[in-house]
């Protein structure tokens, strides 16, 4: 099961890496936004 997920992991981040790192940058911004809330 975890070596399937991780060449399926492998796999996504080779053909979607622009949308990784999107996806990292507005997950970034999201968590920045949630603390800056929280304190």
Do not use: D, G, P
């Not at 975890?2 to 911004?29: D, I, P």
């Amino acid at each position: 099961m975890q070596k399937h997920a991780l060449s399926l992991s492998v796999c996504h981040t080779h053909t979607h890496t622009h949308t990784e790192v999107f996806l990292s940058f507005v997950n970034l911004s999201a968590m920045r936004y949630i603390w800056s809330h929280l304190k």
